[in-house]
């Protein structure tokens, strides 16, 4: 086949994907409306169709990029010849033409798992679930046909590609944007669970049970795209930190949040029938933050803050938010009495209680970050004066909603359903307070004296206590009843109930991230130096020799680096390469930074810049405890793959037998 | 008074909490988010004051000096007037390649911005160059 053909190619099967979603939600309404039955297998095969062509259209434009098929306009702006494999392939999400492609397919392959995998409860849904999916759908495939096509042809084609902009160019482009898409896309599905149970007319909690799951694998992709994001803006200067407040990292925070209060608050429906509404509306605010996120990161808003509206992807972005808005408002709204709760609150100290108090701490703090990032925009409507917030802000409404919400993961899992006694918190908290207060207690004289680190360092003893004495108690009781060996008993308990564990090890993770932000935010030490081949620099014990700069090839780019032999109290403890990165196709370096790590600190190294005879510049910083917060997000993605595991049929029966038993005995 | 009542109280209270915690905040960290044109309109009524200043950055303009380290570089209008910015700290990567800058910070009585952070804006934060004028709409 002729390569220029490719783009022809690409650009029919977007036509005909269009056609496939549109015909999958026709179908679909028919279908239901006349309850035919063929009609709406008809929309099923529709379903897989369009996965099918979407994945066919995605290998096209990746064969594009593998073989440098510049005659395409997307390719030849994203990439170049000498571009390793991996950066060609991430090519596929570098601007927004393919990223747009990238929704729509991933979206199509979440809607065929969907349609075709059997559910064990919430399969009645399916029908209206998968029209929904399509019509989201047919926005993106709306958009990649009309707005921001990824098939325009070059003519004259290029003889080489203008190659991936060089801060694109770390591991980090593989699978950070990828991971935080496959979130934001995950969340439609629940979101289509939910106006589904509406549109049945379904007063049950089917679409909770059935979503539980979908919201757990999407909620951990977007974690995992977050952490990865982070990581690559701590490694590699020009980002700004791990977490600046940049409205595009709180567009993906935003969701996050969200998505976290409605998997606490959906327990609740399931187990008592309450917080229906509210349920249904945190799944709605979740679905459109994660448009919102992609709006504001492909829309330019954020580039210029006062373009708003003006381009015209953001505006049909804007058009889309709002239609879907106001269509699940109407649902809503029109079917309350779908929504009346089925208990009422029976005392104020319960699990019901506290799990109210997590959610409004969560909705509370995304509310709080969604109005300081679009407050550029509001304040200058209202006063004509753009008034801005910076990290201070965000920082300080984090750091005490941070803190509580810390208490509470300690605190919640232990009070009972319905109504708490005295008793039953004396027994729970006492030796975990006491653990904590001796930690604090020992902290203070070893030095610790900022009072919000210190509160933050005591609570976070209380909560690890706490679920240690759980897991502690749990396994006792197994080794108890007898014949089991240790880790047998760990095992076994922790399989039997996999979203107790595994709910506890994700709270273990938060935890030492929290760790890891309050060690490195509260403690953080910096120097600048500027030093010859020889000279020493030096700060929190630490001496770091400068050797002198290399000047190498890694890759594409022209690299120089500095050698720095690193001693720690008067004793080597190895070396350090800090470095710059020359890509042909930029002006400018990228700043690679060295970091030597350990689990009380990282010494993170800063080349700046040098001079002819070799002095450089650098900046030396200590970030303490900062290895938690990595270490931190891995426990969680382990607990969350944990959590969302299906259980084995016997531990099954098991799971659900004792949760009815639990519930009697509670 | 009933369960419901209290319930409803407590999230009141929260809520109310979660509002004056974010008004304080407003307070000590809010700055004026203003182009180059805006700044120079003001004056004096904003000099000493945080303020978050965006503009482009005029090409030719940038010296950095490595000792210091002290990056000076000027933001200019549409309209042509412009700011001349001192940022103590490290030259940002993407310098050259950035076309518009966001600096906060304080202006000084002689008229120079003090800044304390450098944001950069490239034509799009993810984009590369286009190959602008060809067929096909973005």
């Known amino acids: 086949m002729n390569l220029a053909n490719l783009n022809g190619l690409g650009t029919v099967l977007l036509v005909v994907g269009f056609f496939v979603a549109f015909w999958a939600v026709a179908a679909y309404v028919v279908g239901l409306r006349t309850r035919n039955g063929s009609l709406m297998a008809s929309g099923r095969g529709a379903v897989l169709a369009l996965a099918f062509v979407l994945t066919m259209t995605v290998l096209i434009l990746w064969g594009q990029f593998i073989g440098s098929d510049f005659s395409n306009r997307y390719v030849a702006e994203h990439s170049s010849t000498d571009l390793s494999l991996g950066y060609k392939i991430s090519g596929l999400w570098a601007g927004n033409e393919g990223s747009l492609l990238l929704w729509a397919w991933l979206l199509a392959l979440y809607a065929a798992v969907v349609t075709f995998i059997r559910h064990e409860e919430g399969q009645e849904l399916l029908p209206f679930v998968s029209t929904i999916l399509s019509a989201i759908n047919l926005f993106f495939l709306f958009i990649v046909n009309f707005l921001s096509r990824p098939f325009v042809a070059l003519s004259p084609v290029p003889p080489e590609g203008m190659g991936l902009n060089p801060l694109l160019q770390d591991p980090g482009m593989v699978i950070h944007p990828p991971m935080l898409y496959l979130g934001y896309v995950g969340f439609a599905v629940p979101f289509a669970f939910a106006m589904a149970s509406l549109l049945a007319n379904q007063r049950g909690g089917a679409w909770i049970k059935a979503t539980r799951r979908w919201t757990l694998v999407a909620w951990l992709f977007l974690s995992i795209g977050i952490i990865f994001g982070a990581e690559w803006a701590y490694v590699v200067l020009g980002w700004g930190g791990y977490w600046g407040w940049d409205p595009v990292e709180n567009a993906s925070f935003l969701p996050w949040l969200t998505g976290t209060a409605f998997f606490h608050s959906m327990m609740i429906q399931e187990r008592r029938g309450m917080l229906k509404g509210w349920n249904m509306a945190l799944i709605i605010i979740t679905f459109m933050l994660t448009i919102f996120g992609t709006y504001l990161t492909r829309s330019g808003v954020v580039a210029s803050v006062h373009a708003f509206g003006d381009n015209v992807l953001g505006m049909w972005f804007l058009i889309f938010m709002l239609t879907s808005l106001a269509a699940a408002l109407y649902l809503i709204i029109s079917r309350r ?47 004509g004066n753009k008034v801005a917030v910076g990290p201070e802000y965000y920082n300080a409404i984090a750091a005490p909603m941070g803190t509580l919400l810390i208490l509470l993961i300690g605190i919640c899992p232990l009070i009972p359903w319905r109504r708490a006694s005295v008793r039953n918190l004396m027994e729970n908290f006492l030796y975990p307070f006491a653990v904590a207060a001796v930690i604090t207690v020992v902290l203070f004289f070893a030095g610790i004296r900022k009072l919000p680190a210190l509160a ?44 107790r564990w595994g709910g506890y090890t ?42 002198g700069l290399q000047q190498t090839r890694q890759g594409q780019a022209e690299v120089v680096l500095a050698d720095l032999d690193v001693s720690h109290g008067g004793k080597a403890v190895g070396k350090l390469r800090s470095q710059k990165e020359f890509y042909p196709n930029s002006e400018e370096p990228t700043t690679r930074v060295g970091i030597r790590g350990s689990y009380k600190e990282d010494l993170y190294v800063i080349l700046n810049g040098w001079e002819q005879d070799q002095t450089a510049n650098f900046k030396l910083v200590i970030n303490p405890l900062m290895a938690w917060m990595w270490i931190g997000w891995y426990i969680l993605a382990v607990g969350t793959v944990f959590a969302a595991w299906p259980a084995g049929r016997a531990a099954a029966a098991v799971q659900h037998q004792g949760s009815a038993a639990m519930a009697q005995s509670d | 008074m009933n369960k419901k009542t209290k319930v409803t ?3 009141l209270l929260i809520a109310a909490a979660i509002v004056f915690l974010m008004i304080t905040a407003f307070g000590s960290s809010s700055m004026y988010y203003l182009t180059v044109d805006e700044a120079l309109a003001k004056g004096g009524e904003i000099t000493g004051r945080p303020v978050r200043l965006n503009g482009g950055i005029q090409r030719g303009s940038v010296t950095f000096d490595i000792q210091q380290p002290l990056l000076v570089f000027n933001l200019t209008s549409e309209t042509g007037s412009l700011i001349k910015v001192a940022y103590r700290g490290v030259k940002p990567d993407n310098m050259a390649q950035a076309t518009q800058a966001i600096v906060e910070g304080k202006l000084r009585q002689d008229g120079t911005f003090e800044a304390t952070k450098l944001m950069l804006s490239c034509p799009s934060k993810y984009e590369g160059k286009t190959y602008e004028g060809d067929q096909g709409s973005r």
């Open chain 1, 337 to 383: 009495h779908l929504l009346r709760e089925e208990h009422q609150f029976e005392a104020v100290v319960s699990k019901e209680s506290s799990f109210l108090l997590n959610n409004l701490i969560l909705v509370g703090l995304a509310f709080a970050v969604f109005f300081g990032t679009l407050y550029p925009l509001t304040s200058g409507w209202l006063t």
């Open chain 1, 456 to 499: 933050a360092f005591g609570i976070i003893a209380f909560v690890l206590a706490t679920i240690a004495m759980e897991f502690f108690r749990g396994v006792r009781v197994r080794l108890k009843s007898g014949g089991e060996s240790l880790p047998t008993a760990v095992w076994s308990m922790m399989s039997r109930n996999r979203r």
């Open chain 1, 506 to 547: 994700v709270h273990i993770a938060v935890t030492l991230i929290v760790l890891g932000i309050v060690g490195s935010s509260s403690y953080q030490v910096s120097k600048t130096y500027t030093v010859g081949i020889g000279q020493t620099m030096s700060l929190g014990g630490y001496t770091l020799t400068y050797k």
């Open chain 2, 9 to 11: 109280l407590g999230v």
